[in-house]
């Protein structure tokens, strides 16, 4: 192992993912040292984990002028930490498609991107995969299903793979039907019975749009057309995915449900390090695994999105935005839950046919989404 522990930046540290990182990083500090933190606005969090890592870089995006001098501030403290000298590997744990300017610029500068940030891929796959290659820099998901995935794929040739299959938990209203889960209310929808994480992704888990940013994604990483990316769901969590061969062989990554081992798996793959935070596995525990189909009726969000993939263009962009939005109104109560499929529904219907080739069209299909599910939101308001 080197003797220089590599350099991390850490963005979106005040989160739940950034908090599992932490501990990763906390334990391995032979191995990696948290160089640079950014965070949205929680500035005393951001403190007390700068107090706690002495980093050489602190980033706060909203906080103005009352930071401590030597802080970034505004949007560009993201760049500015993925780009910093001293920084290896990025954590990109930041929530939505606010990640993805960071992303870029993190492999423009040839660092590793260890990627929780799925929107990033979503809005603009095509764009950051080629980048990632121009610049032969290494993009490794943090996402456990794709860490799974990658770790199921570890030395095989692309024509050996028939098909990925993701798991999903199915969320807080697997067994629940659709009029239900329509009504359903922002503490319903909050309480995950797997997973411990941020708000918007624990929405997204609920009305299982998660799992179809993740199929976008895994297309993207992995290079696999959508016909042969399938879902199953699994309420136990514990196959994190399967990969299956041309031979008809399967192979699944199996561990409790942590996301502090796939962000140290993003850190080291392609090698293993040994590790304390995952407890042993004990089969006998694990005993009853069950799988489901996806019950697309109750669920229309994983359709539409996989429907948004295929289409290609800027329409995986008009969905991720316009779900950003949608989440974002149902969690200030100003829309109720099956509303969200409703907007997505209409601003992909309104400009999911919008070339996304460039940069440009693809923030600009995403700005227009934004618009139209807030105009459509106000509209509606109090009906
Ligand atoms: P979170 O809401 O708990 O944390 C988000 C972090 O990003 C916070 O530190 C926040 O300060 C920062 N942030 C938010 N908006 C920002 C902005 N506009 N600019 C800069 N920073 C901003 O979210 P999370 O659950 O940690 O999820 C982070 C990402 O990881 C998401 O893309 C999510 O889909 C993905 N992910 C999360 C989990 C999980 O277990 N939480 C699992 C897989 C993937
Ligand atoms: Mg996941």
Redesign the pocket.
């Known amino acids: 192992m080197s003797v220089t522990p590599k350099g991390v930046a850490l963005l979106?540290?005040?989160?739940?993912?950034?908090t599992s990182a932490l501990r990763v990083l906390a334990r391995q500090p032979a191995r990696f040292r948290a160089v640079a933190v950014?965070?949205?606005?929680?500035r005393d969090a951001l403190q007390t984990i700068a107090t706690a890592v002495a980093p050489a870089y602190v980033g706060l995006?909203e906080g103005g002028d009352t930071l401590p001098a030597d802080w970034g501030r505004g949007?560009g403290c993201?760049i500015e930490a993925a780009t910093h000298p001293a920084v290896d590997i990025v954590i990109n744990?930041?929530?939505?498609a606010?990640g993805l300017p960071a992303t870029m610029a993190a492999l423009r500068a040839g660092k590793r991107v260890a990627l929780?940030?799925?929107?990033t891929l979503v809005v603009a796959g095509a764009i950051v995969t080629a980048m990632a290659a121009e610049h032969g820099a290494e993009l490794v998901p943090?996402?456990?299903e794709h860490s799974a995935i990658l770790q199921c794929l570890a030395g095989r040739r692309p024509e050996e793979v028939r098909r990925l299959v993701l798991t999903a938990s199915g969320g807080p209203f697997r067994t629940w039907d659709a009029s239900r889960i329509a009504a359903a209310t922002r503490a319903d929808a909050l309480r995950h019975p797997t997973?411990q994480?941020?708000?918007?992704?624990t929405i997204d888990s609920a009305t299982l749009a998660n799992k179809a940013l993740e199929v976008i994604e895994a297309h993207h990483l992995f290079g696999v057309p959508y016909e042969r990316i399938d879902v199953v769901v699994h309420p136990q969590s514990i196959i994190h995915s399967f990969v299956e061969f041309v031979d008809g062989s399967v192979l699944a990554q199996l561990g409790t449900p942590t996301?502090e081992l796939p962000i140290l798996y993003a850190l080291t793959w392609p090698d293993r390090v040994p590790d304390a935070g995952v407890p042993s596995f004990d089969a006998v525990a694990w005993g009853g695994l069950t799988f489901e189909s996806v019950r697309h009726d109750a669920f229309p969000m994983l359709a539409l999105g996989i429907e948004a993939g295929r289409r290609g263009g800027a329409a995986p962009a008009v969905y991720n935005a316009a779900n950003e939005v949608a989440v974002a109104a149902f969690l200030a109560n100003r829309i109720s839950f099956g509303d969200i499929p409703r907007r997505v529904a209409e601003a992909l219907e309104e400009l999911g046919g919008r070339a996304g080739d460039t940069l440009e069209q693809v923030l600009a299909a995403d700005a227009a989404a934004r618009a139209q599910v807030e105009a459509q939101v106000h509209a509606h308001a109090g009906s």
Not at 12 to 18: M, Q, V
Not at 93 to 96: C, D, R
């Open positions: 979106g540290a005040t989160g739940s993912i950034g950014t965070a949205h606005a929680n995006v949007a993201l744990a930041v929530v939505g606010a929780a940030n799925k929107e943090v996402d456990s997973w994480m941020g708000a918007k992704i996301m």
